[in-house]
């Protein structure tokens, strides 16, 4: 079955520390990854994707992403980050059935970050 | 910068009662979702709607559940006799392909 597991629900830092968000999939179709963003009181906005090419994937606000399809991983990195990142995070996979797709989510990871 | 909106906010309903989500995809966009976040849990999907028919749906999304586009602009959600257990933050989202999905800012559902 197709499936989305984020290692850490928690995890809090103090600003210009390195944040790394380890996210793992399950799932042999071709895969097309997602990092979401929420922030407190906002939508689901989309940081960065995957669909092929170079696995290394920068994003918006200076997060980037590395496919490694070996270990099936897709984890999120930041070298410094900044109060304003404190969100919650969403690793996603999007499934194929037939010609159609959805996006299956891991749990969210909470990131809290301190001044 | 184009957005999909969602009405209402926040709707709080007593459980037996139906309730309607709005939401409006952006304009050009053809393929059309809804997912849903329990407290606490994870986004799960619950119904893809592409060409004014449902493409795909959930095993959550039984027959309490049907989803319409009445009128080429808006996209509801409606659940005809709410429980408990359907209090949960619901989002639409929308995408010109297949690929990227646009998600609105969610309704925030409370079954009392």
């Known amino acids: 079955a197709q499936s989305v597991s984020q290692h850490n629900h928690h995890v809090i830092l103090s600003e210009a520390a390195s944040l790394e968000l380890g996210c793992n999939y399950s799932?042999?179709?071709?895969?097309?990854l997602f990092w979401y963003v929420q922030y407190p009181g906002q939508h689901l906005q989309l940081l960065l994707k995957?669909?092929?090419?170079?696995?290394l994937v920068k994003g918006i606000k200076g997060f980037e992403a590395e496919f490694i399809k070996s270990k099936f991983s897709f984890n999120l990195r930041k070298p410094s980050v900044q109060w304003s990142d404190t969100a919650e995070y969403f690793c996603a996979v999007l499934v194929w059935d037939g010609g159609y797709n959805k996006l299956i989510f891991g749990a969210g990871t909470r990131l809290a970050v301190h001044p | 910068e184009p957005e999909v909106t969602q009405t209402p906010s926040h709707q709080v309903t007593q459980m037996g009662q139906e309730v309607i989500l709005r939401c409006v995809p952006i304009?050009?966009?053809?393929?059309f979702y809804w997912y849903r976040q329990i407290l606490g849990q994870k986004v799960e999907f619950l119904v893809s709607?592409?060409?004014?028919?449902?493409?795909?749906k959930s095993e959550i999304f039984d027959d309490q559940f049907s989803v319409e586009r009445p009128d080429g602009s808006n996209f509801t959600l409606k659940i005809r006799s709410t429980k408990l257990e359907d209090s949960a933050m619901y989002f639409c989202?929308?995408?010109?392909?297949?690929?990227?999905?646009?998600f609105g800012p969610g309704t925030r559902l409370t079954v009392t």
């Open positions: 989202a929308s995408s010109w392909t297949t690929y990227e999905q646009y």
């Open positions: 995957y669909f092929s090419g170079d696995p």
């Open positions: 709607f592409y060409n004014n028919e449902i493409s795909e």
């Open positions: 304009s050009n966009h053809l393929y």
């Open positions: 799932y042999g179709g071709t895969v097309n």
